[in-house]
């Protein structure tokens, strides 16, 4: 079941946007994940989890790349620091209709490291030069990257706008800028997550250095506030963990930062809009191949916030219910929050 409608007569199309996004979260961004955002935001970019090019050269595509009608705009996150493999991999994600392939160079773990990509690759621009190049050859669609300040003690700005001038070099206009440095060695993905500081500026700055290129902050976001002020230097905004936790916090991106006219579902309205689907999935690739948690996990911060979130939380992460396999435990979840508030 898809939510995304085309326009009537008197109300124009919107037209894709990077405006607002959600982030490439390993573990959480999968198909079944972006459905739910996009039941919430019909036009807020979303991205996969990162797929590294080993994956699509060497093993099942389908697995990796496929995807469900309604979550467009969706964009592919590759991992990889092979030139030719980064470029078959770009196809493949072309051939299997995304809207967008996009180069990690901002992870920082010890084992995206071991592979030679990730944040690692800031050390060698005329690397992802000849990578991107190969991708933009390789494909009609946008090819971007995503990327920290910095790695390791370098603080100097001058890094990341050399970094950014190198790339785009090999024609890349749109640039994702993770606000802080990237620690390789001593912190764990979590930590590089929270202590290396954030330095919104330096994203600013690329901004009035390269003022015809595309660049999008993400970093700490949290509220349409916090969102607003970005705008006002950059051309758009990626939201990290508070899209998972926090999901509902995006339901009113569509009319407020895309000019959407049509009004934005309810929490309730979101769950209804999803049995279809769980209903879906777990007929095609039930009950071995998928799990109704697989689905329903990414669904319990929906109610963040409200009184009775917590018995929400609880009555769709009791496994008893969960192993029945019906969508509708979405419904008794609301059922219970409405009788703890």
């Known amino acids: 079941m898809t939510i995304i409608t085309l326009p009537t007569a008197d109300q124009a199309p919107v037209v894709p946007s990077r405006r607002l996004s959600v982030a490439p979260m390993m573990d959480w961004t999968d198909r079944h994940c972006r459905v739910f955002h996009r039941h919430i935001s019909k036009h807020t970019w979303l991205y996969t989890e990162m797929v590294t090019t080993g994956a699509l050269v060497y093993g099942d595509v389908e697995r990796h790349l496929r995807f469900n009608e309604e979550e467009h705009p969706v964009a592919l996150q590759l991992g990889g620091s092979d030139p030719t493999d980064l470029a078959t991999s770009a196809k493949l994600g072309e051939k299997w209709g995304y809207d967008e392939i996009n180069l990690n160079c901002g992870c920082p773990s010890e084992r995206v490291q071991k592979g030679a990509f990730g944040a690692c690759l800031m050390a060698e621009p005329e690397l992802v ?122 339901a009113n991106f569509d009319q407020r930062y895309y000019g959407d006219t049509s009004a934005p579902l309810t929490r309730d309205q979101v769950l209804e809009a999803m049995i279809p689907y769980i209903q879906a999935q777990l007929a095609q690739y039930g009950p071995l191949g998928l799990k109704l948690n697989s689905i329903t996990r990414h669904m319990l911060g929906i109610m963040t916030g409200l009184p009775g979130a917590r018995a929400f939380r609880q009555t769709l992460s009791d496994s008893k219910k969960l192993a029945l396999g019906d969508a509708n435990l979405l419904l008794e979840a609301a059922a219970r929050l409405r009788i703890a508030a």
């Open 129 to 250: 030069a000849d990578c991107v190049k190969a991708m933009r050859d390789a494909v009609s669609i946008d090819v971007t990257v995503k990327h920290r300040i910095g790695i390791n003690d370098v603080q100097s700005y001058d890094f990341v706008r050399d970094f950014v001038g190198k790339v785009a070099d090999a024609g890349c206009t749109t640039f994702i800028v993770h606000a802080r440095n990237a620690i390789l060695k001593g912190l764990s993905p979590k930590e590089n997550r929270e202590i290396p500081p954030l330095k919104y500026e330096y994203a600013y700055q690329l901004k009035r250095d390269f003022p015809d290129f595309e660049i999008i902050i993400n970093g700490g976001i949290k509220t349409e506030a916090e969102i607003d002020e970005h705008l006002k230097h950059l051309d758009g905004v990626m939201l990290g963990r508070e899209a998972y936790h926090n999901p509902f916090v995006m």
